[in-house]
């Protein structure tokens, strides 16, 4: 701008509109962050939550670095730099979105094309550009308001939860453009409120006036076709697209995923996870459902010839169960209700945790395929399936735990860095507590090889047994495999004789493979689907041994039960075992190496790089440029890296800690983002009475002592007050959880502010620095919390989070200190 214009934009626009502005765009950037984990759990498979949470703060931080490199000319112009910049964020969401599912990154390849880790770099940098426009103009908010940073970091912490919060609710009520749409409103809105709120003159409102009308206006005139979310070609929805005549016969978007349901007339839809080669019979034309483009399971009609559900490994506890109450986890589309049904169960309780699954099968598609398997004998649940079975006081002769997840992703390892909730000891343990005296557990599972699942199901199964006080658990385990499943029966009983002989009969009839049952000998087994040596049977044999520890530390891949605190059931790989995998690259070694486990470690370095390039290096330019009363340089650095990573380390353990109770991982995501994010803006807003409270103390002592305190306090109080509260209702559960995010949430909140009020006061051209510093371990906390999580758990996570928190307390910016 020239003349006019440009001599007006001297002037900062008002306080209160740059702090309504500032809670826009901190709830857009939240929004963001979390509609990022759908829209990649679709397109590429994961969530990549670490990867998301590191672009955005890769983000954050080089724009601190920019604001400290070129502050003055940018606070010159505050008002057009702030809101433009929102601007730049609410049009950039949706377009980088677009742009990033163009590029030809595909994860399944990473393992053995170089070049998608060039692709995973760009896709990152790509992503990070929202992120940056967004950082931008909150980086210069809080330099432009250094001496009000405590209300203003609440504005942005309170603004920041409420987008979280926001956006589950916007998943279930919009498509997913139109969700990115909004995200993109948030961003023209608060750029619109800085631009426009008090500008008086003309040549500087019309301009505004037409910059906030474009921000507005370009996201909304975005085609569907580019915001919309496109599954990876190899994901079964794609594949089952290419089918002649194929057509969408239902959708539906929610948090929980994104449903659809497919037919094709002229090529069936047929699937039968680990079907017999000695079935009478195959599956009938069935409906396929995917959730999130992958994850399929059938719709079949009850009238159906359903003699196929007979022949699979799955229907091996009902040859050990006479006429069972059944209960289905993970009832999908209803295949393993019309097994139970099939096999003369008396009562059905089927548990889903997607309500539009739900509504597909019996809404949708009523009258047609799928609509008549929920009669009298029949009820279902919406719930989660560890939180059901925890919260309800019934019992069952068999507990199934249904397979449904897909061959392919489980084959590739896509699921390594998933926290599955459903695989632990302790989860075993719920269950094996809601089963009848001669009830049975029945887990199927993805056959892989070498074994690896199998052998963990079995390790978990005895955990969970000897916990119970059982002496001979290997007596109350079997466990049979055909060509692709597994399937895993436990009985609160030993097995009886006339079990092992229906046992045996059934293996036989189908030609699956004895793999342990009370009594077995190693002739028994590796019969029918023959492999080289009978590695399934020894591996059993072993885990099932007086000393599983010692072939577990041989064993080629970790087999080690998985628990609450790491809940990676999926992740097997060993470090030492890389090199040889590696070198068995052509001869299909690479599989092996599980890709999600990859992307971590690539993303863990890609971003450290990062980092260094777009946030360090520009800051060593500035390093030269000190001031007499500014602190120590080495006093900055150790101080706002030890915020960045410790806040980030809170929030990734608890999200954790909480999946559990609250049910769900997305409901702990929403729950302890607002909850923590509220909280500590809440805090962050008390700082200056705090500080007068403190005296002549040091406050960020006293901060860091209650956050030690009430952290040290949380690791072994929650796992009790969950335990007590597990049966509450909903509302109950999230009236605990908030009660409990809030003391630990309002300390949270204080230890930045207060570096940046310190700071502000000394040497105010270094707060973007410590921004951009803060940001840039903030950058590596999320895939190191993740890493440090998948080798020892989420506790010591949680563990140097409060450390950290100790090293900015002794450490802190006070004002003696003087530059060296």
């Known amino acids: 701008m020239t003349g006019e214009g440009a001599g007006e934009e001297t002037q900062s626009p008002s306080r209160l509109g740059v702090f309504i502005a500032v809670a826009l765009l901190s709830a857009g950037v939240l929004g963001y962050e979390i509609l990022l984990a759908r829209l990649l759990a679709i397109v590429h498979w994961h969530h990549f939550a670490y990867m998301i949470i590191a672009v955005a703060l890769l983000g954050f931080g080089a724009a601190g670095s920019l604001v400290a490199v070129l502050q003055r000319p940018l606070l010159g112009r505050f008002r057009w730099a702030f809101g433009i910049a929102a601007l730049g964020f609410g049009v950039g969401a949706p377009l980088a979105f677009a742009l990033a599912q163009s590029l030809p990154f595909n994860a399944l390849e990473i393992a053995w094309d170089r070049a998608?880790?060039?692709?995973?770099?760009?896709?990152?940098?790509?992503?990070?550009?929202?992120?940056?426009?967004?950082?931008?103009?909150?980086?210069?908010?809080?330099?432009?308001?250094?001496?009000?940073?405590?209300?203003?970091?609440?504005?942005?912490?309170?603004?920041?939860?409420?987008?979280?919060?926001?956006?589950?609710?916007?998943?279930?009520?919009?498509?997913?453009?139109?969700?990115?749409?909004?995200?993109?409103?948030?961003?023209?809105?608060?750029?619109?409120?800085?631009?426009?709120?008090?500008?008086?003159?003309?040549?500087?409102?019309?301009?505004?006036?037409?910059?906030?009308?474009?921000?507005?206006?370009?996201?909304?005139?975005?085609?569907?076709?580019?915001?919309?979310?496109?599954?990876?070609?190899?994901?079964?929805?794609?594949?089952?697209?290419?089918?002649?005549?194929?057509?969408?016969?239902?959708?539906?978007?929610?948090?929980?995923?994104?449903?659809?349901?497919?037919?094709?007339?002229?090529?069936?839809?047929?699937?039968?996870?680990?079907?017999?080669?000695?079935?009478?019979?195959?599956?009938?034309?069935?409906?396929?459902?995917?959730?999130?483009?992958?994850?399929?399971?059938?719709?079949?009609?009850?009238?159906?010839?359903?003699?196929?559900?007979?022949?699979?490994?799955?229907?091996?506890?009902?040859?050990?169960?006479?006429?069972?109450?059944?209960?289905?986890?993970?009832?999908?589309?209803?295949?393993?209700?019309?097994?139970?049904?099939?096999?003369?169960?008396?009562?059905?309780?089927?548990?889903?945790?997607?309500?539009?699954?739900?509504?597909?099968?019996?809404?949708?598609?009523?009258?047609?395929?799928?609509?008549?398997?929920?009669?009298?004998?029949?009820?279902?649940?919406?719930?989660?399936?560890?939180?059901?079975?925890?919260?309800?006081?019934?019992?069952?002769?068999?507990?199934?735990?249904?397979?449904?997840?897909?061959?392919?992703?489980?084959?590739?390892?896509?699921?390594?860095?998933?926290?599955?909730?459903?695989?632990?000891?302790?989860?075993?343990?719920?269950?094996?507590?809601?089963?009848?005296?001669?009830?049975?557990?029945?887990?199927?599972?993805?056959?892989?090889?070498?074994?690896?699942?199998?052998?963990?199901?079995?390790?978990?199964?005895?955990?969970?047994?000897?916990?119970?006080?059982?002496?001979?658990?290997?007596?109350?385990?079997?466990m049979i495999r055909g060509w692709k499943t597994a399937t895993l029966a436990v009985g609160l009983r030993p097995f009886a004789p006339g079990q092992i002989a229906s046992l045996r009969a059934f293996t036989h009839d189908y030609a699956f493979d004895l793999v342990w049952h009370p009594g077995i000998v190693e002739s028994d087994a590796n019969r029918h689907n023959r492999l080289a040596e009978p590695e399934f049977y020894r591996g059993a044999s072993a885990i099932l041994s007086p000393d599983p520890e010692d072939f577990a530390n041989r064993y080629k891949f970790t087999l080690e039960p998985a628990t609450d605190d790491r809940p990676f059931f999926f992740h097997t790989l060993k470090w030492s075992t890389l090199p040889e995998?590696?070198?068995?690259?052509?001869?299909?070694?690479?599989?092996?190496?599980?890709?999600?486990?990859?992307?971590?470690?690539a993303t863990l370095v890609q971003a450290s790089i990062a980092a260094v390039m777009l946030i360090l290096l520009p800051l060593l330019a500035l390093h030269t440029r000190r001031t007499p009363d500014a602190p120590a340089r080495w006093r900055v650095v150790l101080f706002f890296a030890s915020l960045g990573l410790a806040f980030l380390f809170v929030e990734i353990a608890f999200m954790q800690r909480f999946a559990v109770f609250l049910g769900h991982p997305l409901y702990a995501i929403a729950v302890v983002l607002a909850g923590l994010l509220v909280f500590a803006g809440l805090g962050a807003g008390a700082i200056d009475r705090f500080a007068r409270l403190a005296g002549r103390r040091q406050p960020i002592v006293l901060v860091a002592a209650g956050i030690i305190v009430v952290g040290g306090t949380y690791l072994g109080l929650l796992p009790w007050v969950f335990e007590a509260a597990q049966g509450w209702p909903t509302a109950g559960r999230l009236a605990v959880a908030l009660a409990l995010l809030g003391p630990i949430g309002f300390f949270l909140g204080m230890p930045f502010p207060l570096g940046l009020k310190a700071l502000g006061a000394r040497a105010p051209s270094l707060v973007p620095w410590a921004w951009g510093i803060n940001a840039c371990a903030s950058v590596v906390s999320a895939s190191l919390a993740t890493f440090i999580a998948l080798h020892v758990g989420f506790t010591p996570v949680l563990g140097c989070a409060l450390v950290l928190y100790a090293v900015a307390a002794t450490f802190p910016l006070q004002a003696a200190d003087a530059p060296r």
Request: hydrophobic share 55%; net charge negative; glycine share 10%.
């Open 116 to 478: 998608q880790l060039g692709w995973l770099f760009a896709l990152y940098l790509v992503l990070s550009l929202p992120f940056f426009s967004a950082a931008l103009a909150l980086a210069l908010a809080f330099r432009a308001h250094a001496a009000r940073a405590g209300a203003l970091y609440r504005m942005d912490l309170v603004g920041a939860g409420l987008g979280a919060l926001g956006m589950v609710f916007l998943l279930d009520a919009l498509p997913l453009a139109d969700a990115l749409r909004a995200v993109g409103l948030c961003g023209a809105i608060a750029g619109g409120v800085v631009l426009l709120w008090g500008s008086m003159r003309r040549l500087a409102g019309v301009s505004a006036v037409l910059a906030v009308c474009a921000g507005l206006a370009l996201p909304a005139a975005l085609p569907d076709h580019w915001l919309r979310p496109h599954p990876s070609p190899y994901k079964g929805l794609s594949l089952a697209l290419t089918a002649p005549d194929a057509r969408i016969v239902a959708e539906r978007h929610g948090p929980l995923g994104w449903l659809t349901a497919v037919e094709s007339p002229r090529v069936p839809f047929r699937h039968a996870p680990g079907l017999s080669l000695m079935a009478s019979a195959g599956p009938p034309e069935q409906i396929g459902l995917f959730t999130d483009g992958g994850a399929p399971s059938a719709i079949t009609g009850a009238d159906d010839d359903l003699r196929y559900l007979e022949a699979e490994t799955a229907a091996l506890p009902y040859h050990l169960v006479d006429r069972p109450r059944a209960l289905v986890l993970g009832a999908g589309g209803g295949a393993e209700v019309l097994r139970a049904l099939r096999h003369g169960a008396g009562a059905v309780d089927a548990v889903e945790l997607n309500p539009d699954v739900l509504d597909i099968v019996r809404g949708v598609l009523a009258g047609g395929p799928g609509g008549q398997w929920e009669g009298e004998s029949v009820r279902t649940h919406v719930a989660d399936a560890r939180s059901f079975a925890a919260r309800s006081s019934a019992h069952w002769d068999l507990i199934q735990i249904a397979l449904v997840d897909s061959f392919s992703a489980a084959a590739a390892g896509v699921h390594a860095l998933d926290e599955s909730l459903l695989y632990t000891v302790e989860a075993f343990e719920i269950f094996l507590d809601r089963l009848a005296p001669d009830g049975v557990l029945a887990v199927t599972r993805w056959l892989k090889l070498p074994p690896r699942d199998s052998l963990r199901l079995l390790w978990t199964a005895r955990q969970a047994l000897e916990a119970r006080g059982v002496a001979d658990p290997a007596s109350r385990l079997i």
């Open 581 to 601: 995998l590696l070198a068995l690259r052509a001869q299909g070694g690479l599989p092996l190496v599980e890709w999600g486990f990859v992307i971590l470690v």
